[in-house]
């Protein structure tokens, strides 16, 4: 017992003190239970096959997917119209909107769904994510507290009152308890975040990278101005021609820049796999491909009528196409006075053969040349704007001799959302959400889960699978396993046992609310180093056989250990959504202790003087 204690407040020392990183001192923490033959080597691993590390992989992945796609935010930017510039409303807007999925969506779930989407506003009106993701987190624990299926402590309770002889209780029973919790938790939460989460300089790299974004590279050099889309059609006199046989500069003086088609070789489920293919002299043009063209309109039409293309109308607000980057894009190098290149043509240097880069245009003096870009010799400071595969212009930065990459190409990259599969990450989170709040459908949610995630992958929502292992945070999944089993061993050695029946029997000669509020505290801080689940299950029996022996009703006694161990926020590993939104929110174990641990402690205050005059005893 004192061993499991020690390792106990020695985690907390570290994980408050932060020097070590919060993984690596549960891992300690795990292996030197195992040492002391306190867990077993099954024991001791069990956490990281529980089926909430499992869902929270998952979820990470349709989070990314979300995020991705810009899903989040299409919806960022809807909510956003409610709440306008104002912080505290897009604040409450953040609580109330939780609140209500998070009464029917399992927390970890709504958590998931919401970070994506969360960052999303806060960056739309330059606000810190940090203020609002970890009341986002908060927000979805207290609507648990909604419905009885709003977070597995519920089910617990009630559980405990049928066993005992009592009626179960309804599926709203919860809510004015869940309201309440809702309403005095966003009054706290507004000046507690504003005071210790609004962290400046840390916007999520949102506006860390240098350079100039990409759509501002298109309207400084003016490529959209003379920007037309064709599509090739089954007729036309194009299919089968690889586009350097059309020879467009020569014959028409325009330029492609870049072919959209349908990849054959490799389609996706439930929708087409479209890909942006540089405009290369060898690449062959099939029916429906799409060509971004750029020149003259007279120039463009008579290319047109020639092969037979059709003119598609739209794209932007001057209805001509719009550039968009998912497979390729463009970026701007800066020749050095050491380079080779200085004083030959774009045509001789041969940018296409050696590097797999077109020149678009070329930034001089700050004059911008777009047209005969082939025959013109190159400068010394000259900025030229290069369009290719996103990896080959990050393989430019190899040639540091001869010029600069402007910016960090691979980061823009992964900037720039794939919009056209947002209906299909919509469907699959919606189908995941069903799934979950349905229990007709006998499928377990973290099977779910792992489904959606998968089909976020298989549809195409991401460039690729490295992108989806990207959005997993591994050290917040490595935290919550490894700190499961101490649960175990806090049971195993009677820790757990010692600290509730001690409590409740020093209480138990008192004012059933005495007993209630120490039930409610116990359950509390057992919650903070246990799982929440695990908490409700130890304590329901205690908090059931403690009613029975002072004769007053166990409800509100067991909904003390609902609310005690549901509303544990002073942890980032007390319940999943804590962990969740710390890597997005870049927080300390020490902003748990400022901000969650005295809302923890004034709702408990606040519930323990509600409960008796919403469940009489």
């Known amino acids: 017992m004192i061993e499991t204690i020690a390792v106990l407040l020695l985690s907390v020392f570290f994980f408050i003190n932060g020097k070590v990183r919060s993984d690596i001192v549960a891992l300690c923490a795990l292996v030197s239970l195992m040492l002391m033959n306190i867990l077993t080597p099954e024991e001791a691993l069990s956490g990281f096959s529980n089926n909430v590390i499992v869902m929270m992989i998952g979820l990470f992945v349709v989070g990314g997917a979300i995020f991705q796609t810009g899903l989040a935010k299409m919806i960022s930017s809807r909510l956003m119209k409610l709440a306008g510039n104002s912080e505290t409303r897009l604040f409450v807007l953040v609580m109330v909107v939780t609140a209500m999925m998070g009464a029917f969506v399992s927390n970890t779930g709504t958590v998931a769904i919401m970070i994506p989407i969360v960052v999303s506003m806060a960056m739309s009106v330059k606000m810190n994510p940090s203020r609002l993701l970890m009341p986002l987190a908060f927000a979805s624990s207290m609507s648990g507290m909604m419905t009885l299926i709003g977070t597995p402590p519920n089910l617990v309770i009630n559980d405990a009152l049928i066993k005992g002889g009592y009626d179960g209780l309804g599926f709203f029973t919860f809510l004015p308890v869940g309201l309440i919790c809702i309403v005095v938790g966003t009054i706290l939460l507004l000046p507690l975040s504003k005071k210790y989460l609004s962290k400046p300089g840390a916007l999520s790299g949102a506006s860390a990278s240098s350079g100039k974004s990409l759509k501002e590279l298109v309207k400084e050099y003016g490529i959209a101005n003379n920007l037309h889309r064709l599509q090739v059609s089954p007729r036309s006199l194009a299919v089968g021609k690889m586009i350097g ?253 010692l600290i509730s029946n001690s409590l409740v029997s020093c209480l138990g000669g008192y004012s059933p609310m005495l007993l209630m509020a120490g039930i409610y505290f116990t359950t509390s801080f057992m919650t903070m180093f246990i799982s929440n689940t695990a908490t409700a299950v130890l304590m329901a029996p205690i908090a059931m056989s403690s009613a029975v022996q002072v004769g007053v009703s166990p409800v509100p006694f067991l909904f003390a250990v609902t609310l005690g161990a549901s509303l544990c926020f002073a942890s980032p590993f007390s319940t999943p959504p804590n962990a969740l939104v710390m890597p997005a929110g870049q927080y300390k174990f020490s902003d748990y202790v400022k901000v969650g641990l005295p809302l923890q402690i004034i709702l408990g205050i606040v519930m323990i003087l509600v409960l008796p005059l919403l469940f009489p005893f």
């Open 245 to 497: 046989e059309l020879d467009v500069r020569k014959n028409f003086g325009i330029n492609i820049i870049e072919v959209r088609h349908v990849d054959r070789s490799q389609r996706n489920l439930l929708s087409k796999n479209v890909v942006q293919k540089a405009a290369d002299s060898d690449t062959v043009l099939y029916a429906d491909d799409m060509l971004y063209v750029s020149g003259a309109e007279k120039s463009v039409a008579a290319f047109a009528a020639r092969y037979n293309l059709e003119v598609v109308p739209g794209g932007d607000e001057e209805g001509k196409g719009a550039l968009d980057f998912y497979d390729i894009g463009v970026a701007e190098i800066v020749v050095m006075s050491t380079s080779s290149v200085v004083n030959k043509t774009i045509r001789e240097i041969e940018f296409r053969t050696k590097y797999n880069v077109s020149v678009l245009g070329i930034c001089r003096n700050n004059k911008y040349i777009l047209q005969g870009v082939g025959a013109e010799a190159i400068h010394v400071g000259d900025v030229l704007l290069v369009q290719g595969a996103w990896n080959n212009i990050a393989n430019l930065e190899k040639e540091s001799t001869e010029w600069i990459v402007v910016g960090r190409p691979l980061e823009e990259a992964a900037k720039v959302t794939l919009d056209y599969k947002a209906p299909v990450a919509a469907a699959i989170m919606l189908a995941m959400v069903a799934v979950m709040v349905f229990d007709f459908i006998p499928i377990a949610p973290v099977t779910a889960v792992m489904i959606a995630g998968l089909l976020m992958v298989l549809t195409g929502c991401f460039r690729n699978v490295e992108a989806a292992y990207k959005t997993i945070n591994w050290e917040s999944i490595v935290l919550i396993a490894a700190m499961m089993p101490m649960s175990v061993a806090l049971q195993k050695t009677g820790v757990s046992a």
